[in-house]
């Protein structure tokens, strides 16, 4: 089956850093990606739309010069969190729709400690 | 968009059937009923999905009402690994830059 591989699973780092997660689509092609992030105990929360090639679009309320996404291949998607505070702590979560069949498939999340 | 209800939390024993409702009355004729689900600390995962008629696989079944406004996922030997927050989406099946929204869904407690 399809499968999205995201790295790193988990980082700490210090506040006033970027981090950045990588999305990788393995045996399919994937012209768009999502982001989404997630706080402990709530659901998913888009982020943004990652379309090869050209600029991310973002939700609402969602600060694009400090989630910077790159979306340079029909494989990889990248979202670095630049300048990093503790409230950007979260679980990331990557996806690409994997064919008709099968909606979307999910990478394995990220666990982002800002200290 | 149409929106989806569904339970905060339910609970069933291990080896019995669990069903989770879902409620999707505002769904229009071109989208079909999505069910993932996340375990703790993992990305969802894609469960079942189904149109109008009920749909099986390896891991459930997907009861759709004739009106498809509700639906309702069946697991049917519900295991401790099955506990897991479970959500039901409706989504044009074949528009791949459709954004996935997810709501609260259920959160489903296997017990021993």
């Known amino acids: 089956g399809a499968v999205v591989s995201q790295h790193p699973s988990w980082v700490i780092c210090k506040s006033g850093t970027s981090v950045k997660i990588e999305c990788r689509s393995l045996?399919?092609?994937?012209?768009?990606m999502f982001w989404y992030r997630q706080f402990p105990k709530q659901s998913l929360m888009l982020m943004a739309t990652?379309?090869?090639?050209?600029?991310?679009?973002?939700e609402q309320g969602v600060e694009k010069d400090k989630f910077l996404i790159n979306h340079a291949s029909l494989t990889l998607s990248t979202l670095t969190v630049t300048s990093a505070h503790p409230e950007d702590s979260s679980f990331y979560i990557c996806?690409?729709?994997?064919?008709?069949?099968?909606?979307?498939?999910f990478g394995s999340g990220t666990r982002l400690t800002v200290v | 968009d149409a929106k989806t209800t569904q339970p905060t939390s339910m609970d069933c024993a291990e080896g019995r059937a669990a069903n989770l409702p879902c409620n999707h009355s505002?769904?229009?004729?071109?989208?079909?009923v999505y069910w993932y689900r996340q375990i703790h600390s993992q990305g969802p995962q894609y469960i079942i999905h189904?149109?109008?008629n009920n749909e099986t696989n390896e891991m459930a079944s997907l009861i759709i009402t004739e009106d498809r406004k509700s639906s309702t996922l069946i697991l049917p030997h519900a295991t401790l690994r099955d506990t897991a927050v479970y959500y039901c989406?409706?989504?044009?099946?074949?528009?791949?830059?459709?954004?996935?929204?997810f709501g609260s869904g259920t959160r489903l407690l296997v017990r021993p």
């Open positions: 189904g149109l109008k």
């Open positions: 989406i409706v989504r044009p099946r074949m528009d791949s830059s459709y954004k996935l929204i």
């Open positions: 990652s379309n090869e090639g050209s600029k991310a679009t973002y």
């Open positions: 045996d399919f092609q994937a012209t768009t």
């Open positions: 505002t769904i229009s004729g071109n989208e079909y």
């Open positions: 996806s690409a729709q994997s064919g008709p069949n099968y909606g979307y498939t």
